[in-house]
């Protein structure tokens, strides 16, 4: 047996008659799943496709960034000072729109031959990207996104607090199983089914521990525009059962 936390936001929107104000207010639901091994190993599945997607997207802003040292140094070498010729130098680091441009062109599918018939060349990577809900790799782009604005805007002196150091690839076992999925508001995807099961895109509906009979009922009621973009699955360690 094992657990993992999900957690996701409801805006519940309330009007006010006078003046016509309309207030929104994010309420946060916390679920801790009861999965079957079948969805155990899904879960698990998410959380290290968006692992992988993390680390794909950081080795392509460190390849950037160590293009821009070689060809600063470069300058240097031919006399030019450091501070300029780090002026001079503009490699741009790829962001979460060409990192997911640049893998939609590479990626291989499990599904079809890798290569045709008498080719030679290395697999293409993640063959194994139809298996999970694609917004387990685009939440991941945008984390790789963060860190490196986080880092950058620390060693600049723009960001406050303590100082944050070089971006790190993600290994398994050592980094937190994570992932976050996402949908349309409006054709809402994620969602109680029942009070004692949440549905999820690609995953299918999983058992709660808990009952989520008040986030259902605030539903029906129509008090809330309903769930927002968001949800967090986590901490999937593995634990005794008690028989």
Known sequence: MSSSTVGGDLALVSRREEGFVRSE??????FTLDPTSAQEEVLLRHAGAARWAFNHALGMKVAAHQQWRQQVQALVDTGTAEAEARKQVRVPVPTKPAVQKHLNRIKGDSRTPDLPEGAFGPARPCPWWHEVNTYAFQSAFIDADRAWANWLDSLRGRRAGRRVGYPRFKKK???RDAFRLHHDVKKPSIRAAGYRRLRMPTIGEVRLHDSAK????????GTVSGPS?????RNLWPRQSSG
């Open 25 to 30: 207010v994010l309420r946060a639901f916390r």
């Open 173 to 175: 076992g050592r980094a």
């Open 229 to 233: 973009p968001r949800i967090t699955s």
């Open 214 to 221: 008040r986030m259902a009922r605030l539903v029906d009621r």
